[in-house]
């Protein structure tokens, strides 16, 4: 049985890393040594782990928000950068943006209509 589930990102800055996820989406940090971070998020863990280049890396995560335009404005705010502007998916009841984090880890956000 699975009990948890920790997404994976990699940070440059451990520091910088944790204050963007806590300030873009207010998410407590749970844990942190030199080299991990844990911030807990609904129904899962995002671990930030030190070590990387900053270079940018595609992550797979996509997250669902209740308002997307704050949502990709709280990222830019927080120091992240805005890779593609909120769009609607042809023939889907979805809205997706795509964003990277500061240490050059891109993921979705969404909403669905």
Do not use: C
Not at 52 to 58: K, R
Not at 79 to 103: H, N, Y
């Amino acid at each position: 049985m699975i009990k948890s589930v920790t997404v994976v990102l990699w940070a440059q800055d451990l520091t910088r890393a944790v204050g963007f996820w806590g300030s873009a989406f207010g998410l407590p940090l749970t844990y942190q040594d030199s080299s991990w971070a844990a911030l807990a998020a609904p129904g899962m863990t995002i671990g930030l782990h030190a070590g990387h280049d900053g270079s940018t890396v595609t992550s797979g995560l996509s997250l669902e928000v209740d308002d997307l335009d704050a949502s990709v404005a709280a990222v830019a705010g927080a120091g992240g950068t805005v890779v593609e502007p909120p769009s609607r998916r042809p023939g889907e009841p979805l809205i997706l943006a795509s964003v990277r984090d500061p240490e050059g880890n891109v993921f979705q956000l969404t909403r669905h209509d």
